[in-house]
């Protein structure tokens, strides 16, 4: 059965997207069956998984409103060697349209449970908010990935996101844990990054992952070639880091 991880955090461009498939790469690259989920209607991870987000005849929206199951919708990336549920604008319609629906905030937890026994991780890329789509990749989810840029600003905002998958788990999913803060674009040359690294071990301890993804231009290239950056440029820092990360969360699974 699959384990399920939210790459989540309501703050714009963070690395959520650059994280959730360039794991998905990673942990494929270890052998695991991965499915990205992408629940962002900008359809960013669906691009950089190599599927054209254009006229996608069954996606996230058909998942959520009922009227497609995963199993038709997935596709294949063929570049990252995982399978992907793909989204795009139309995606911005069921926020609204879910609003009529029983049990809406459980739509994907409902569709994953059908799919959960062809995959070792299943990964949700989420959109930057904390909106009805994220609440259903957090309904969905056993644990949370928070991927976190190292700079002063960092830590604003972690409170909200830390309440809101609190409440999800006294209210709607008491299987949902954090499992931990992904420090990403790290630059070890600027000291505030080193400070605020610090910072995060010594409040959040071992809910902070080992890997720290570098800043890395081969992770910011490989999307314009419809590939994710492990697989675009395998030797590189940032795809390294990446694969390393792939390989600590098989570790953690293997404790939940
Ligand atoms: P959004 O909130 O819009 O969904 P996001 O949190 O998904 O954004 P990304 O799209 O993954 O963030 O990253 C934002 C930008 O930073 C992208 O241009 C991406 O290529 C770049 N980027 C992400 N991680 C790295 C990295 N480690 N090194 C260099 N560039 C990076
Ligand atoms: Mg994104």
Redesign the pocket.
């Known amino acids: 059965m699959a384990k399920i991880f939210c790459v989540a955090?309501q703050?714009?461009?963070?690395?959520?997207?650059?994280?959730t498939v360039n794991l998905a790469a990673g942990l494929a690259k270890l052998n695991q069956r991965v499915l990205l989920v992408d629940l962002?209607p900008?359809g960013?991870a669906t691009m950089g998984a190599g599927i054209n987000k254009a006229g996608l005849a069954s996606s996230t929206y058909e998942v959520l409103l009922g009227s497609a199951d995963i199993a038709t919708a997935r596709q294949r990336s063929e570049a990252g060697r995982f399978d992907v549920l793909p989204a795009n604008r139309e995606l911005a319609g069921a926020e609204v349209e879910m609003v009529e629906l029983e049990n809406r905030e459980r739509r994907l937890r409902d569709a994953l449970a059908l799919v959960a026994k062809d995959y070792d991780f299943v990964l949700i890329?989420c959109?930057?908010a904390l909106s009805m789509l994220t609440l259903n990749g957090l309904c969905a989810a056993h644990g949370v990935i928070i991927?976190m840029q190292c700079e002063y600003y960092a830590l604003e905002g972690l409170s909200d996101l830390v309440n809101t998958i609190k409440k999800v788990h006294a209210n709607l999913n008491p299987d949902l844990k954090i499992i931990g803060l992904l420090r990403?674009?790290?630059d070890p040359r600027m000291t505030l990054s080193q400070q605020v690294s610090a910072q995060l071990e010594q409040h959040f301890g071992d809910k902070v992952f080992k890997t720290i993804?570098?800043?890395?231009?081969r992770?910011?290239e490989a999307?314009s070639y419809g590939m994710p950056g492990v697989t675009f440029d395998p030797a590189s820092k940032?795809a390294q880091a990446y694969i390393a990360f792939g390989a600590e969360m098989v570790k953690r699974i293997k404790k939940m």
């Open positions: 955090n703050k714009g461009g963070v690395g959520k997207t650059t994280t962002d900008q960013n890329d959109p930057p991927p990403v674009m790290f993804i570098p800043r890395n231009v992770l910011a999307p940032g």
